[in-house]
C-alpha cells in the first residue's frame, strides 16, 4: 500500500447494471479494480432489469448480484406484474445462485408525495422479499429513505432471516442505528459522509458497531464531495473509506479491512 491506497475493498452496494455504464461497464470495474476495489454487490431495481444484473455479476469473479424491487420502481409495474414478479423471485434467485448472495434492493421510501402514497404496497412487497430472504438463508438489501418509522415498525412486525442484511446508504441518526443494529441489521455509509454540511450522517458513522458496519458507493449516485468525476463509480470507494475512518478516528486500513471482514461474511460467503 502507499500513500494512503487500500486494496481489497468491497463496494457493497454498486449499480454496475445501470444503464448509466453501459458505454464502457468494463473499463469501470477495471478501474475500480485498479483503486484496490475487489469485490461489489449489484443490486437490481426492477424485474425487466434481472437478467442484466446477473450478467453483469458473471462478469467477474469479484461480483455478486441481490435481486429485488426497489420501492422507487415499483410505480412500474401494475398489481398483476407485481405479483408476477414477486412469485417468480425465489425461483430466479435459486436458478443463479453462484452469483445471488442477497435479496434486494427493496425497502420504503416517503422521500415524496407520490412515494408516501405507495407505503402500503411497499410494505407487501418488503414482506415478500422477507419471505424469500428466510427461504433461502439469504441477507437483505434495503434502501430507507424519509420513511423509517415505516421500516422499522413492519420490520417489527416479521420473523427477520437469522442474519437480516444491510439497511443501504444509511440516512438515519446516530439513535436510529440503535434501533437498527438491535434489529441485527447492518448499517451501509455511502458518499453522504464525505458532504461539508453532513452532521446527521458523521453522528451515525460515530456510534455504528464497528461488526456491523459496511461501506458501498451506491454508483451511479452520490458521487463524493471532492473527487473530480460527476458521474459516481465504485473505485470511489477508498474515498468514502477515508473519510468513514476519519469520522471515527480510526486507522484507514484498520477501518477498511474491518469493514471488508463484515462484506465477505455477510455477502461473500
Ligand atoms: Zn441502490
Not at 93 to 122: H, K, N, P, W
Request: charged share 25%; glycine share 6%.
Amino acid at each position: 500500500m502507499t500513500d494512503g491506497a487500500l486494496d481489497a475493498l468491497v463496494d457493497t452496494h454498486c449499480h454496475l447494471d445501470a444503464p448509466e455504464f453501459d458505454d464502457d461497464r468494463a473499463a469501470v470495474w477495471q478501474r475500480a479494480q485498479h483503486h484496490g476495489v475487489t469485490a461489489a454487490l449489484v443490486p437490481a431495481v426492477e424485474p425487466a432489469s434481472w437478467q442484466k444484473t446477473l450478467d453483469c455479476a458473471a462478469l467477474d469473479d469479484g461480483l455478486r448480484a441481490a435481486l429485488g424491487v426497489h420501492p422507487q420502481y415499483l410505480h412500474r409495474l401494475d398489481d398483476a406484474a407485481l405479483d408476477d414478479a414477486l412469485a417468480s423471485l425465489e425461483g430466479r434467485i435459486r436458478g443463479a445462485r453462484a452469483v445471488v448472495t442477497a435479496v434486494g434492493e427493496c425497502g420504503f421510501d416517503g422521500s415524496t408525495e407520490a412515494l408516501r402514497a405507495t407505503l402500503d404496497r411497499q410494505r407487501r412487497v418488503f414482506f415478500a422479499h422477507v419471505e424469500v430472504a428466510r427461504a433461502l438463508e439469504l441477507p437483505l438489501v434495503v434502501h430507507v429513505l424519509r420513511a423509517h418509522g415505516e421500516a422499522l415498525a413492519a420490520m417489527r412486525a416479521v420473523k427477520l432471516p437469522r442474519e437480516p442484511g444491510v439497511i443501504h446508504s444509511f440516512s438515519g441518526s446516530a439513535e436510529l442505528v440503535r434501533e437498527y443494529t438491535a434489529l441485527g441489521w447492518h448499517l451501509a455509509m455511502g458518499g453522504a459522509v464525505t458532504r461539508a454540511t453532513a452532521r446527521r450522517p458523521v453522528e451515525a458513522t460515530r456510534v455504528i458497531p464497528a461488526e456491523r458496519l459496511l461501506l458501498e458507493t451506491d454508483a451511479p449516485d452520490q458521487t463524493p464531495t471532492g473527487v473530480p468525476e460527476r458521474r459516481c463509480e465504485p473505485m470511489h470507494l477508498a474515498v468514502i473509506a477515508h473519510r468513514v475512518a476519519d469520522v471515527r478516528g480510526e486507522p484507514v486500513e484498520a477501518l477498511a479491512r474491518r469493514c471488508n471482514d463484515n462484506a465477505k461474511r455477510l455477502f461473500f460467503r
